[in-house]
């Protein structure tokens, strides 16, 4: 049988292992080394990625592709729901309403989306699409060109160049 704190050594990464080893640790009587494995362990836990709010969201942009709204719906909610600052979700949620064309109902999902992570080159992108659909010009240029300085490279780039070009 393998000793418990090879299981850390062989896997510094496994979070489950770390616990495991904290707890054994803490049995033997040997707190420092015992808390400091549960630290880690948390730690570890909280960078873990991904989380299962991101991977709700991330199946729920499957589903949207798919045209399975009502299920990328529940997973949104899931997600909401387990991380109420998930901007994945949120980014779920916005690129759902532009699929939908319900842009009024994608526009804040996607405005919380770059609150909360601002580099987020699509969010900015689908939020140009839902302003453009809305008929607010400004707002759909200022996105496309955070867009464009985000993702230059994008395959969407040269149609939103396009786009920006007509509207001047």
Known sequence: MRQPRNWVKE???NVTARYY???TLMELKEYEPA???LRQAEQQRAEARPRMDQIRAGLAQVYTEQQRYEEAQRLIDEALKENDKSAEAYFAQGKLG???KDYAA??????????LDPNNAYAHYHAGIAYSNERRPDKMVNEFQIFLKLAPDAPEADKVKSLLRSVR
Not at 108 to 113: I, S
């Open 98 to 100: 532009v699929h939908r």
């Open 11 to 13: 896997a510094p990464d």
């Open 35 to 37: 808390a400091e494995h």
């Open 21 to 23: 080893l904290g707890l």
């Open 106 to 115: 994608a526009i804040p999902a996607l405005e919380k989306t770059i609150e």
